[in-house]
């Protein structure tokens, strides 16, 4: 099988299945005797991207593989295919969300002190019923509370491919749509240093 006919499997394959497929999935096609080696799989899936270009769908690589998506701009309109609107996230939500993102492993009374206020149990099991968040230990402290941290599917569903490519902290605070309040003062820079740690960390992803 040439570049370009593997090319077309992929896509097939990412249009079929519906979610991220990472390289021993885009083999595993295959018979192991006629399995293409990853080095040809990357070619045909750059092939494919640059074929995207010119469509209204997009290929991107996020934490778990690689995934086929309509391009942001057309958003709007499709959106009307779907009578029941989204649901808009709190901004409650988005700035423990943010919080655990850029501050992970953090516990609860953590986030509440950054906060000012007491953490709903309902946002934490929301972020835990979606798999954006979960449970990676246990701070060495009296009552050992939990520590949270993001998941692969929180980097899947923001487009990530790791948590290195989270906007800045400058840049969230200007995102008065999102709502995000993230008053870290002169810790902001050491999070942010933090982060290529904790995506090394099987917790994190």
């Not at 993102?101 to 946002?123: D, H, K, L, M, S």
Request: aromatic share 6%.
């Amino acid at each position: 099988m040439n570049v370009n006919q593997l090319k077309n499997l992929i896509e097939a394959a990412l249009l079929a299945y519906g979610q991220p497929l990472n390289m021993d999935q885009l083999r595993g096609l295959f018979d192991e005797v006629d399995r293409p080696e990853t080095a040809t799989v990357l070619e045909a899936l750059e092939a494919l991207a640059r074929e995207c270009a010119d469509r209204p769908i997009e290929l991107i690589e996020v934490a778990s593989g690689w995934r086929l998506q309509v391009r942001g701009e057309y958003a709007a309109p499709l959106s009307r295919l779907w009578q029941e609107r989204p649901g808009r996230y709190s901004r409650a939500l988005l700035e423990t969300l943010a919080l655990i993102a850029y501050r992970q492993p953090i516990t609860r009374g953590e986030i509440e002190n950054v906060r000012g206020v007491q953490v709903n149990p309902n946002i934490v099991r929301t972020m835990t019923e979606r798999g954006w968040i979960r449970v990676v230990g246990h701070r060495e402290v009296p009552g050992h509370p939990e520590l949270l941290g993001t998941t692969r599917e929180f980097l899947d569903y923001f487009g990530l491919k790791s948590l290195d490519e989270l906007p800045s902290l400058a840049a969230l605070k200007d995102m008065d749509d999102v709502g995000i309040r993230l008053e870290f003062a002169d810790t902001a820079q050491a999070a942010v240093a933090d982060l290529p740690a904790a995506n090394d960390a099987e917790a994190t992803v």
